[in-house]
């Protein structure tokens, strides 16, 4: 499997971003997704997750009720629309994607495709 982030960049507190995902590969379209984030000397984070199937979606609490993250199986493609960003939402995004972890699939220990990572950064 093959990841593609993009959509990342520099937007004041209060602001929106979308990022995108695009996946491609043999097993891309069975594979469960997500999103984590890491900010600089910090551990890499789970922010949410969405099925193969995109019916089930999981959110970190941090991001709940502000990120909504959805899947277009036609372009093989996970979107996480981010509304109300804060600084502390300042962070290079990754999306990851697999098939071996049980649901909510939170551990990035679990997964075994990465994107290369997109920046985020939230001006106060």
């Known amino acids: 499997v093959q990841l593609q982030a993009s959509g990342g960049g520099l937007v004041q507190a209060g602001g929106s971003l979308t990022l995108s995902c695009a996946a491609s590969g043999r097993t891309s379209s069975s594979s469960d997704m997500a999103w984590f984030r890491q900010a600089p000397g910090k551990e890499r984070e789970f922010v949410a997750s969405?099925?193969?199937?995109?019916?089930?979606?999981y959110y970190a609490d941090s991001v709940k009720g502000r990120f909504t993250i959805s899947r277009d199986g036609a372009k093989n493609t996970v979107v996480l629309h981010m509304n109300s960003l804060k600084p502390e939402d300042t962070a290079v995004y990754f999306c990851?994607?697999?098939?071996?972890?049980?649901?909510?699939?939170?551990?990035?220990?679990?997964?075994?495709?990465w994107g290369q990572g997109t920046e985020v950064t939230v001006s106060s």
């Open positions: 990851g994607a697999t098939t071996l972890a049980a649901w909510p699939p939170i551990d990035p220990s679990k997964f075994k495709y």
């Open positions: 969405i099925t193969w199937t995109g019916r089930t979606t």
